[in-house]
């Protein structure tokens, strides 16, 4: 067993309130995907038993934890807050050179886990329940609720920082320990997140972070009997896997998957408003959100005008390191996001025409980097595989529509069902689009990225287990409901 002395970027596993090795004595590597000759840090390479000695802890330290009152354990969290807050810039640069985004966006969501924390602490103090009048006049009849008891915490690499933070933070206020598992890719950061978590002083076994491969540790999770709740953010292919895994041994679990997200440009709209979203929502992040805007909507009358704006702007894109002022748009995740943004840039090529970008970036700044260039494709239609599967990256395919009808028909024509957007000045269209766009989270005016946390987010169709995470909701996932009869 070694113990973690100092902040680094080498992280071992946090297990039973201390950082512990793995016993296969393999580590990952991560290094900077605008630059592989940095190298951001280290975790641990981890196995079966290391995910077993994490969820012993866990269960082992739940009855304790369950049995503070909501005010002591949201202390523990607003004390988590402070310390992230003070960490911010370091927490910040450490995401955007282990993931690539922009240090703008790596501290705006390193805030944004601050003000997570900061809402998820104030919940503790808040109702958990309601007394429903009893048809017996002589009791009492009321809900209350109770945590599930262990957690399985399993993240993706696109949000090192919130997605943990919006996951964990509702879990430990209700009373849950958890054990959690980050994507490799971004795990370093994730350790960041976990070392506040610990320096607030939170008791041992309540968290834990075991890092290694997500078949291994991932799936393990899925299928411990201990773990009495699985909570994911990723693909569809690994979210429907750990589900059907999950509802085999009866345990509870909450997916959020992808996005395949429209915006709507109708005939009225303010068209400089709509081509910033569409570059801000489909873009930022180099388009690796699953809130992400990926298709583009827009009405005859003002197609060419708003393509002509559009296409100008994109052309202006800066890429490059995150950490560079001045750069807007930093690389993708990893040589095989990279490949498979590609790929799908090719595939849009046979498909549609190429209006801009559609290329890795190459010369000095760019050729230690995952980089490709902001892409726009023109003459989509629906059924092309650019216009059907989430792509990840920074590609835009435009459609052209009639009228406000085909335009909602179209954005609806995908197996996902996660966020969508309308630019329009008409009231009426507002309303249609509200009623008939079939998503979780439908934005009039706004990019179709942009969550906030104290409000339910979640997709429908493909896009979700038909959860909602995050605000209040989060509550219907990290409890469980308790009707009380007392005569
Ligand atoms: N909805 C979202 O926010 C995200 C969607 N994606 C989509 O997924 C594609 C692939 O990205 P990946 O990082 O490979 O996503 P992924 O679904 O493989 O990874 C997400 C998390 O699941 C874990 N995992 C992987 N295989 C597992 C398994 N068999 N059992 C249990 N856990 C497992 C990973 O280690 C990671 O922690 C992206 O191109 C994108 O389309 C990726 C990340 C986030
Ligand atoms: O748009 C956002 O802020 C959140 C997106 C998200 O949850 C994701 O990409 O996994």
Redesign the pocket.
């Known amino acids: 067993m070694a113990v973690q002395t100092e902040k680094s970027n080498r992280f071992l596993n946090f297990i039973n309130g201390e950082w512990v090795a793995s016993d296969t004595n393999e580590v990952i590597t991560n290094r900077n995907p605008a630059n592989t000759d940095d190298v951001v840090g280290q975790v641990q390479k981890s196995s079966l038993e290391d995910l077993n000695n994490a969820v012993a802890a866990a269960k082992t330290a739940k009855k304790e934890w369950k049995n503070l009152s909501g005010a002591a354990r949201g202390q523990y969290l607003f004390k988590a807050a402070d310390i992230l807050e003070s960490r911010q810039e370091e927490v910040a640069e450490c995401m955007t050179r282990e993931m690539g985004k922009t240090y703008p966006e790596a501290k705006g969501e390193t805030a944004r886990g601050v003000a997570i924390l900061r809402y998820y602490a104030g919940e503790g103090m808040r109702k958990v329940g309601d007394v429903i009048p009893s048809s017996d006049s002589e009791a009492l009849m009321f809900t209350t609720r109770a945590p599930l008891g262990v957690v399985g915490v399993i993240t993706?690499w696109?949000?090192p920082v919130?997605?943990p933070v919006w996951k964990t933070a509702p879990a430990l206020i209700y009373g849950n320990t958890i054990v959690l598992k980050p994507a490799s890719e971004a795990a370093v950061t994730c350790g960041k997140v976990m070392e506040c978590l610990q320096e607030a002083g939170i008791p041992a076994g309540v968290i834990n972070m075991v890092t290694g491969p997500g078949s291994v540790i991932g799936q393990g999770l899925a299928e411990h009997p201990d773990v009495n709740g699985i909570t994911f953010?990723g693909s569809n292919k690994v979210g429907k896997n750990i589900g059907q895994t999950a509802l085999a041994r009866g345990a509870k679990y909450q997916l959020?998957m992808g996005g395949k997200n429209p915006v709507i440009v109708a005939s009225d709209a303010d068209l400089d408003l709509a081509v910033d979203a569409t570059i801000s929502g489909g873009l930022k992040s180099t388009g690796q959100?699953?809130?992400a805007t990926s298709r583009v909507i827009v009405q005859s009358d003002v197609y060419e005008t708003f393509k002509e704006k559009l296409v100008a702007k994109v052309k202006e894109i800066s890429v490059g390191d995150g950490m560079k002022e001045g750069t807007w748009m930093g690389p993708s995740v990893s040589e095989t996001q990279l490949n498979t943004v590609l790929s799908y840039i090719e595939k849009g090529k046979e498909e549609g025409t190429l209006l801009c970008g559609g290329e890795k970036l190459s010369g000095e700044e760019y050729e230690k980097g995952y980089f490709v260039a902001p892409t726009v494709f023109d003459d989509i239609t629906t059924d092309a595989t650019i216009a059907q599967e989430e792509i990840f990256g920074p590609v835009l395919a435009l459609m052209k529509v009639d009228d406000l009808e085909e335009a909602i028909e179209l954005a609806n024509d995908v197996e996902y069902g996660l966020s969508a957007s309308i630019f329009t000045t008409n009231i009426q269209k507002m309303l249609s689009f509200i009623d008939d766009m079939d998503a979780g989270l439908v934005r009039i005016n706004a990019e179709s990225?942009?969550?906030e946390l104290q409000a339910p987010?979640g997709g429908m169709k493909q896009s979700s287990s038909h959860s909602r995470e995050q605000g209040e909701a989060a509550k219907e996932f990290f409890t469980s409901i308790k009707t009380v009869f007392v005569k």
Do not use: H, M, R
């Open positions: 993706p696109n949000f919130a997605i953010t959020e959100k699953c809130t990225a942009g969550v987010f």
